[in-house]
């Protein structure tokens, strides 16, 4: 079987967790993305949770924003968290003056939930998972964003009890509110392999 090449954005954020859950899935070889030139050859790209304001300065400054946007029209993309905010089209706030990459048709609030205080855990049922109707996902989420609309060809994949979606997908880009990288549940990660390749 050939190894899926899968990289992880490497300017700021919970890069090393992403790599770690990667190389404990099996075929798949996980990389750092430092540059344009680091998204060759690759079968799909982690955008990791961190601060989403920074990422995307930085990611403007190493010109890699419009690599990934081309990267993101053909091969999967996932979000996460701070991931999440940089895949979408519009921030539901006033101030939109932030890099954003714009791939996805959703529109995302950041730190909706309140602050660092109010981070919280909870178990979600995710549509699609392996078991996901018996193993519900523990899901864990820090100063995160929520999805306060979605397009046409989105689905949703998790929700919170009072209805908030908190994980989607369109064609094979997927986004997360919270944090997969930082539990030992592998399901996410394998889920979003599947779609590459
Ligand atoms: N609040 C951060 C942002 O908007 C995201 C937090 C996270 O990734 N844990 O960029």
């Known amino acids: 079987m050939e190894l899926k090449?899968?990289?992880v954005l490497s300017i700021q954020g919970s890069v090393v967790e992403h790599v770690q859950i990667l190389r404990r899935i099996g075929g798949v070889?996980?990389?750092?993305?430092?540059?344009?030139?680091?998204?060759?050859g690759l079968d799909g790209l982690i955008i990791p949770g961190g601060e989403s304001t920074t990422i995307g300065k930085l990611a403007v400054i190493y010109d890699l924003l419009e690599p990934i946007k081309s990267f993101a029209k053909t091969k999967p993309v996932l979000g996460t968290c701070a991931g999440m905010v940089l895949m979408a089209a519009e921030l539901h706030q006033d101030r939109q003056d932030q890099p954003l990459l714009g791939v996805m048709d959703i529109v995302v609030e950041r730190n909706a939930f309140g602050r660092q205080v109010n981070s919280f855990e909870t178990e979600l049922d995710f549509n699609g998972l392996e078991n996901g109707l018996s193993v519900p996902f523990h899901a864990v989420f820090i100063?995160?964003?929520?999805?306060?609309?979605?397009?046409?060809?989105?689905?949703v994949l998790?929700?919170?009890?009072?209805?908030?979606?908190?994980?989607?997908?369109?064609?094979?880009?997927m986004v997360t509110s919270f944090h997969p990288e930082l539990t030992s549940d592998l399901r996410i990660h394998r889920y979003f392999v599947n779609l590459a390749g």
């Not at 070889?29 to 060759?40: G, N």
């Not at 100063?143 to 689905?155: D, F, H, L, M």
């Open 143 to 155: 100063r995160a964003p929520k999805i306060v609309r979605i397009g046409s060809n989105v689905r």
């Open 29 to 40: 070889e996980a990389s750092k993305v430092y540059l344009p030139e680091d998204l060759e």
């Open 5 to 7: 090449k899968i990289g």
């Open 158 to 173: 998790a929700r919170l009890p009072d209805g908030t979606a908190v994980a989607a997908i369109e064609n094979k880009l």
